[in-house]
């Protein structure tokens, strides 16, 4: 590979983009016969011209129009690569582990993920689900960067960021027993009405977990399994208020409502981290993009500290 061809592609590209040698070299703040030198050596490689000849605007031969998005993955595979290296040289880290709890609303934290991305595409994550019965411990135990949840609590231990509110509610498919009785429904409707329930670890004791309503519990670790067994019919579960919006756009799920406000909490939603552990850089700004995203101003600036709960 020639020492600059990372160089002569980027001039390649940008002469493609801007239509003359000219404009390309102002774009590179490059001189004119640096631009032209470039595309020179890269055809001299290739053994045919990119580049049409006797045109007022620049167009690319056809073999260089095939050759054009190889060219920008290249330049731009160099980019972040230049960029991450200069993240590691500053000692900023590079992979954030996230946990997200399985109720925590996914439509705003895409969002979020995709402005993110685009800013920091050297960013790795690796995201694992979990759910309020285990993942305080998880999170001071799993070197994890920071856990989405939603908190009735925070733990004294445990720093957050306040996002929003969600009330959560059963649901049911509409086909389903409970969905054709009168609401709001009385709290003993659901004795014996079979609940599904999330839970991420068979080691998990059923005794600690609270909100469980029925006798008949099927207990499940994945949340669209939960999801199509409710949209089957084959019981109800608690949901944040979006979790089942297509099923329930199609006519296939509805939202129950109860007398006893215990199946209709309000619960907090956060990002949150050990305390003793605050976030590096790229941790914030993975904060920032939150807030920013749920519409809460300053990212870090209006973190819960464990002495101000």
């Given amino acids: 590979m020639h020492p600059n061809l990372v160089d002569h592609l980027r001039a390649f ?15 590179l703040r490059r001189p004119i016969s640096s631009v032209s030198y470039s595309l020179a050596q890269l055809e001299q490689q290739c053994g045919f011209p990119l580049l049409g000849r006797g045109t007022s605007r620049a167009e690319l031969t056809e073999r260089g129009r095939v050759l054009l998005a190889e060219a920008r993955s290249v330049v731009e595979r160099a980019r972040s690569f230049t960029t991450h290296a200069q993240s590691l040289e500053k000692g900023e880290e590079t992979r954030l582990r996230v946990l997200i709890d399985v109720l925590f609303p996914r439509a705003d934290l895409n969002q979020a993920l995709r402005a993110f991305a685009a800013d920091h595409p050297h960013a790795r994550f690796q995201f694992f689900n979990s759910s309020l019965a285990t993942l305080w411990d998880d999170l001071r135990i799993g070197n994890f960067d920071f856990a989405l949840t939603l908190a009735a609590a925070i733990p004294s231990d445990i720093a957050a960021r306040h996002l929003g509110t969600e009330t959560l509610g059963p649901v049911c498919a509409t086909g389903h027993r409970l969905a054709g009785l009168p609401q709001p429904l009385a709290m003993r409707a659901f004795d014996r009405e079979r609940q599904i329930y999330y839970v991420g670890s068979p080691q998990i004791d059923m005794e600690r977990v609270g909100r ?98």
């Fill in 13 to 27: 590209c940008a002469i493609a983009d801007t239509g003359s040698l000219t404009a390309a070299a102002k774009e």
């Fill in 212 to 309: 469980l309503f029925s006798t008949d519990v099927w207990t499940v670790n994945d949340v669209e399994s939960i999801k199509s067994m409710v949209t089957a019919g084959l019981g109800w579960c608690f949901s944040a208020s979006r979790t089942f919006e297509p099923e329930i756009a199609r006519g296939e799920v509805m939202r129950l409502t109860c007398e006893d406000m215990q199946f209709h909490p309000v619960r907090t939603v956060v990002v949150a981290w050990p305390a003793h552990r605050r976030p590096g850089p790229l941790g914030r700004q993975m904060v920032q993009a939150l807030a920013d995203q749920y519409g809460q101003g300053d990212g870090m600036a209006g973190v819960l500290r464990p002495e101000a709960r």
